[in-house]
């Protein structure tokens, strides 16, 4: 594991948003599996902002979300599909055909779930996999529980991350109660998993994470396992952990 601390959440946003830059030009055809929440998107922006500069082209890149709310179309403006379009995909060059989410109109869950591991299956390994950390410790929408889900699965919410995701919406009640996740199986096979985490809220569970013991009642546990792991986090995000730890 490598740790990258700094000061605040736009360095925070700068130092990912170059790491993401220089992988794809090193490979063009890159894979990139990205995430949704307040967390990436000062890292958006600014690969996007790069992109203005000349200095990168997404044009021969795909990417895979990790997740999507159940019922929600790509229209609405509370869908992971809205906003990786008002995000990302609007800014740069990638080719809309090379974007893929779960479907969270699909109303059955054994097929989304069998449809999207087979197309992450056909574009794997990820080159580079965002990640953000729940509050309760949950990486993609893949919660707190007693086992660890390798594939897509349909998942319930826990009450953390419904009440987490309410600003997004104008009432709690709306925030839908499940969605489609990606499992853990492609994210530990990702060459690279770049995990941000930003803010004294995260602080004990990004310890919990990455000092604990590994269990599915934390699920960013898992990522000890994983064999090229970046963290970048600011000061308060890494206030649980002692001088000279990392």
Do not use: W
């Not at 994210?187 to 004294?200: N, R, T």
């Not at 602080?203 to 604990?212: C, D, M, N, R, V």
């Amino acid at each position: 594991m490598k740790m990258i601390a700094v000061s605040n959440y736009d360095e925070m946003s700068r130092r990912a948003a170059e790491l993401v830059v220089a992988q794809v030009q090193k490979k063009a055809t890159t894979l990139l599996g990205l995430a949704t929440g307040g967390t990436p998107v000062g890292t958006y922006a600014l690969m996007a902002e790069a992109q203005r500069r000349g200095e990168v082209t997404y044009a021969q890149c795909r990417s895979v979300n990790l997740d999507e709310y159940l019922g929600l179309a790509p229209e609405n403006p509370a869908s992971y599909r809205y906003f990786m379009q008002d995000k990302l995909f609007n800014h740069i060059d990638i080719l809309p055909e090379n974007t893929h989410l779960p479907n969270g109109t699909n109303q059955d869950a054994v097929a989304e779930c069998a449809r999207y591991d087979a197309l992450v299956d056909s574009l794997a390994p990820i080159d580079l996999q965002i990640l953000g950390m729940g509050h309760n410790g949950h990486i993609a929408f893949n919660e707190p529980d007693d086992h660890f889900v390798a594939g897509t699965h349909l998942v319930d919410l826990g009450a953390a991350t419904i009440d987490a995701n309410q600003r997004f919406f104008d009432r709690r009640e709306d925030v839908p109660c499940q969605a489609y996740t990606m499992g853990m199986g492609p994210i530990l096979q990702a060459e690279q998993v770049l995990l941000l985490v930003s803010g004294d809220e995260k602080a004990e569970i990004l310890h919990q994470s990455l000092t604990g013991p590994i269990t599915p009642q934390v699920p960013g546990s898992i990522l000890q396992l994983h064999r090229n792991l970046t963290v970048i986090a600011d000061a308060a995000a890494l206030s649980k952990f002692s001088v000279g730890s990392f």
